[in-house]
């Protein structure tokens, strides 16, 4: 069963950045990063096959990067340009996603 931690989140200010790691135990092939804001449904932020194809939302477009290293099992999310209404827990899996989750990563943008 593959099992997800994801990390990096915190507290930034507008037009700050961040950057989110998820450590991936198990073979996997498509990944995500999705995210849950407040009163929201969760949504798909970004995609990348094993072969480092990715696609965005076009909120996120020219602002996050995602990216992987299959040596290390690891998926990242880096997050320019910050905005309040990225503000959500991010979480991790693959794409499509499992049927379970992650405890998430919180991330907030404020001043």
């Known amino acids: 069963q593959v099992q997800l931690v994801e990390s990096g989140g915190g507290l930034v200010q507008p037009g700050g950045s961040l950057r989110l790691s998820c450590a991936v135990s198990?073979?996997?092939?498509?990944m995500g990063w999705y995210r849950q804001g407040p009163g929201k449904q969760r949504e798909l932020v970004a995609t990348?096959?094993?072969?480092?194809?990715?696609n965005y939302v076009d909120s996120v477009k020219g602002r996050f990067t995602i990216s992987r290293d299959n040596t290390k099992n690891t998926l990242y999310l880096q997050m320019n340009s910050l905005k309040p209404e990225d503000t959500a827990v991010y979480y991790c899996?693959?794409?499509?996603?499992?049927?379970?989750w992650g405890q998430g990563t919180q991330v907030t943008v404020s001043s």
């Open positions: 198990g073979s996997t092939f498509g």
């Open positions: 990348i096959t094993r072969g480092g194809t990715t």
């Open positions: 899996n693959t794409w499509p996603a499992l049927p379970y």
